[in-house]
Each structure stands twice: as structure tokens, then as C-alpha cells.
T-cell receptor
């Protein structure tokens, strides 16, 4: 079965510092990979997605992610974090083999930004 | 509508009561998904509707959970005889046909069973 692992439950960075959030997946075929962000009391917003092609993808709010097949990873990065980036970040993979277009989500990484 | 709308935003219910959670997807989105988000856990898939096809109910945790989607639009998630472990945020999302362009999520319904 496919799965997504986000090893870091909480991360704290200083404003202006660089950020990398880790995501590892287990999937039997070429995955579709996503990063979503959830602010308190809100639903999830799509940051970026990878289907194929260039392994470095750009998203909204200055985020990027790199797909590394050899490491089964899809880490999210941002060169300089802003206080407004404090939120919970979810990595997701799909589709489920033979299971339609459902996405499987990781358990999330809570980002705290220190001013 | 402009986004996915969920109601109520908060619901407190007594153990054993039934609850209904509503989701109004983006107009034109053929796919609709329900997920459950418990504290410290990721998003747990519950059920998936795609057009006129039979829904994928493989994620429903027990027969106390059911959902329907009327007219290919609004969906209602029903939990019968609620238990304390049902307390969670219930998120609805919709998408165009493939779903792999990304989902649009609603803000969720926070359900508290006391």
C-alpha cells in the first residue's frame, strides 16, 4: 500500500532563515506528489504538485519542492521564511493503485516561525 | 460557489446522537471527497464521489458513517450514534474530474462529541 511519511512533527525556524520540510513516500509506480498548507481553522491549500518532467517544481508563496526518485523523497523548501508561513504542512501522494484518484496524506509538519 | 462551503463550522453533540455534516462543492467539480482529521494525525480518507459512479466508501470506519451526494452537487456526511472517538475535524474537498490537479478544500466542520 502506498504511504507518506513526514518525519518531523514540529519544526521551528527564525524568520528569514531557510526551510526544508521532509517527505518520503512509498509507491509502486510513478507518483503524483503534492504539498498542502493548512492555517489554523482553515482548510488545506495546494502549494505545489509534481506529475512528471522537471524534478524541481515551483509553487505559490515562494515555495519549491524537489522530487528525488532514488530517495523516494519530495522535500519542500523555501529560501527565506516569513512569519506568515507558520502553519501545518502536509505532503500527499496519489493516486491509489486501482483506487481512483484519492490522495494519501502524511501526518503533517507544524512549522513555527520565531521573530 | 467560489469555494467549498461546509456547515456547520462547529458542532457539539452528545454521545449517542446523530449528526449531519454538509458540504457544498465548487460548481462544476465532479469529484467530492470527505476526509477526517484527528489531532496529531494526518488526513484519513472517508469516502469519494465521482460523477454518477458508485461512491468509494472504502474509508468509512464503521457502519455508523454514511454519506450521500444529491444531484451531483451537495453532499451530506451522517454519523449515527456518535461516539467520543468521532470527535475530529471533517474536511470536504472537491475537484475537477481527475482530482490529480489538486483538491480544493473547505474549512471543515469541527465535531466534538461530549
Amino acid at each position: 500500500a502506498q504511504s507518506v511519511t513526514q518525519p518531523d512533527i514540529h519544526i521551528t525556524v527564525s524568520e528569514g532563515a531557510s526551510l526544508e520540510l521532509r517527505c518520503n513516500y512509498s509507491y509502486g509506480a510513478t507518483p503524483y506528489l503534492f504539498w498542502y498548507v493548512q492555517s489554523p481553522g482553515q482548510g488545506l491549500q495546494l502549494l505545489l504538485k509534481y506529475f512528471s518532467g522537471d524534478t524541481l517544481v515551483q509553487g505559490i508563496k515562494g515555495f519549491e519542492a524537489e522530487f528525488k526518485r532514488s530517495q523516494s523523497s519530495f522535500n519542500l523548501r523555501k529560501p527565506s521564511v516569513h512569519w506568515s508561513d507558520a502553519a501545518e504542512y502536509f505532503c500527499a501522494v496519489g493516486p491509489l493503485t486501482g483506487g481512483g484518484n484519492k490522495l494519501t496524506f502524511g501526518t503533517g509538519t507544524q512549522l513555527k516561525v520565531e521573530l | 460557489g467560489a469555494g467549498v462551503s461546509q456547515s456547520p463550522s462547529n458542532k457539539v453533540t452528545e454521545k449517542g446522537k446523530d449528526v449531519e455534516l454538509r458540504c457544498d462543492p465548487i460548481s462544476g467539480h465532479t469529484a467530492l471527497y470527505w476526509y477526517r482529521q484527528s489531532l496529531g494525525q494526518g488526513l484519513e480518507f472517508l469516502i469519494y464521489f465521482q460523477g454518477n459512479s458508485a461512491p468509494d466508501k472504502s474509508g468509512l470506519p464503521s457502519d455508523r458513517f454514511s454519506a450521500e451526494r444529491t444531484g451531483g452537487s451537495v453532499s451530506t456526511l451522517t454519523i449515527q450514534r456518535t461516539q467520543q472517538e468521532d470527535s475530529a475535524v471533517y474536511l470536504c474537498a472537491s475537484s475537477f474530474n481527475s482530482g490529480l490537479e489538486g483538491y480544493t478544500f473547505g474549512s471543515g466542520t469541527r465535531l466534538t462529541v461530549v
